[in-house]
Nanobody
């Protein structure tokens, strides 16, 4: 059974920083692309940042220059360093990973979600 376990959310004042982590565990071949999504109340889930297995990154315009996505392939873990946080960053953050199994196409897995609240 593959699981993505997130940690690192919480309450922070505007201008502050938080670091999210997401670790993949279970039996699989390796982890392909990974990403972070967020969903604010009443809004659709949106992509925040993504990182390929080769560490190429992509960011939503709203977080460029403030957030940094990274990964540690040896630990099957991805991170999201969030700096200069704004109240509009308040949302539940979900990690996503494409998990590869032998002789099968990659499958999408999601973390349980972690709440990030930025106070003004």
């Amino acid at each position: 059974q593959v699981q993505l376990v997130e940690s690192g959310g919480g309450l922070v004042q505007a201008g502050g920083s938080l670091r999210l982590s997401c670790a993949a565990s279970g039996r699989f071949f390796d982890v392909h692309d990974m990403g972070w999504y967020r969903q604010a109340p009443g809004k659709q889930r949106e992509l925040v940042a993504s990182i390929t297995s080769g560490s190429d990154t992509n960011y939503a315009d709203s977080v460029k220059g403030r957030f940094i996505i990274s990964r540690d392939n040896a630990k099957n873990t991805e991170y999201l360093q969030m700096n200069s946080l704004k109240p509009e960053d308040t949302a539940v953050y979900y990690c996503n990973a494409q998990i590869r199994f032998p002789f099968l196409p990659p499958r999408d897995y999601w973390g349980q979600g972690t709440q990030v609240t930025v106070s003004s």
